[in-house]
């Protein structure tokens, strides 16, 4: 029985589970003993809860800890607050005894609505009919609740629009407070046909092998006209990519530009086009953290006016991860009014949705052309 920290595990979770063990005619101590420190229930017939802590630690990033486990079935709360590392290393962990007692592996969560890799893997699948055979989504309301308090319900009524639709009404498409772009913007991006083209960018976001997405755009002013994506590419891969549509469609280095950060340097380095370094000053002096939160603000500003269309071909799956990534652009410390605007942390949003945004960063380095008064025009070489 696991959740994101063990402390609200016990404050919360654990609380009901004696309700339930109550309604069961389970008496603790007598049917069962609870140990808090090691995080143990075990019942009178030797079979054993253990209770335990799937936050993402830095000093533990890949679960480690849970390596030597073998447990028969799992179940986590909340488990929107963990990261779908944690969740699949916990599910490889269902093995004990299985075969003895001709028992199917199951892991069971349960959330409320939120953005994340729970709304990618299990609600959109469920509701455009594409979920997997081994998976299952099942919407609950609270009205389905038939021991809940007619307070809890007014209390929710009672809340702002957003968290009750979330809460009360169980809309998983709602924007958080903290939200840069409307989702019904985000959306429109791939019907905003009325967009007009013009001159010819490429953006892209390095990867070599397999350590995340590589991702190559080509523009035709703010048109994504063509998508590329490539799961393991070596840096030599992406430099002929990006050569090719350069010869094609004969666009000047100067309005061409990848992220110069890790590998990416290379890529820049050898073809003389502009590098993106994230964490470099915002441009004009603008009251950004740095410029990669400058070209997401402005990246937001151009989405909410309808000014980007994706024309390009796509599958169903890349659709969907736009989106998920696209939403994941939230402003940080927005309670700070003296301090730059921020967004997000990278960790944060892989932490959300299961995997690096990619894509979304490939998009964004096109506003470098719009704040950058050169406008992609001028290059130093």
């Not at 699949?88 to 269902?94: A, G, L, N, P, Y």
Request: aromatic share 10%; proline share 3%; net charge neutral.
């Amino acid at each position: 029985m696991g959740r994101s920290k063990l402390k609200t595990l016990k404050e919360t979770t654990l609380n009901t589970f004696y309700e339930v063990c109550k309604i069961q005619g389970l008496i603790i101590n007598q049917h069962y003993v609870v140990n808090n420190i090691n995080g143990v229930i075990r019942f009178f017939n030797g079979s054993e809860v253990l209770m335990k802590d799937l936050f993402s630690y830095p000093s533990d990033p890949n679960f480690d800890e849970l390596g030597s486990l073998e447990i028969t079935g799992a179940f986590v709360d909340e488990c929107n607050q963990i990261s779908e590392l944690a969740w699949s290393v916990v599910k490889s962990r269902i093995r004990y005894k299985l075969d003895e007692y001709k028992l199917i592996p199951k892991i069971l969560g349960t959330c409320n609505p939120s953005k994340g890799w729970i709304y990618t893997n299990y609600y959109l699948p469920e509701r455009n009919k594409t979920i997997s055979k081994e998976k299952k989504f099942l919407q609950a309301l609270v009205t389905d609740n038939p021991f809940v308090s007619r307070f809890y319900i007014d209390n929710l009524k009672a809340l702002p629009k957003n968290l009750r639709d979330r809460l009360l009404l169980g809309k998983w498409e709602v924007s958080d407070v903290n939200d840069l772009c409307d989702y019904d913007n985000i959306v429109n991006l791939f019907t905003n046909s009325f967009v007009l083209g013009g001159e010819y960018y490429i953006t892209a976001d390095i990867a070599r092998m397999g350590a995340d997405k590589a991702v190559i755009l080509l523009w035709s002013g703010l048109i994504i006209k063509e998508y590329y994506e490539f799961d393991k590419s070596k840096t030599t891969d992406i430099q002929n990519a990006i050569t090719t549509l350069r010869m094609k469609y004969k666009i000047p280095l100067s309005r061409i530009i990848a992220d110069e950060d890790g590998v990416g340097g290379g890529v820049v380095d050898s073809l003389r086009i502009k590098g993106f370094v994230n964490n470099s000053k915002a441009l004009g002096n603008e009251n950004y953290q740095n410029l990669k939160t400058q070209c997401y603000y402005k990246l937001a500003e151009c989405i909410n006016k309808a000014e980007i269309y994706i024309e390009a071909e796509i599958s169903t799956e890349q659709r969907e991860r736009i989106i998920s990534e696209l939403e994941q652009i939230k402003a940080d410390n927005t309670d700070s009014s003296d301090s730059k605007l921020k967004i997000i942390s990278k960790a944060q949003i892989k932490q959300n949705i299961g995997h690096s945004p990619d894509i979304s960063d490939a998009i964004a380095m096109r506003m470098y052309f719009l704040i950058n008064p050169y406008n992609g025009k001028y290059s130093i070489l």
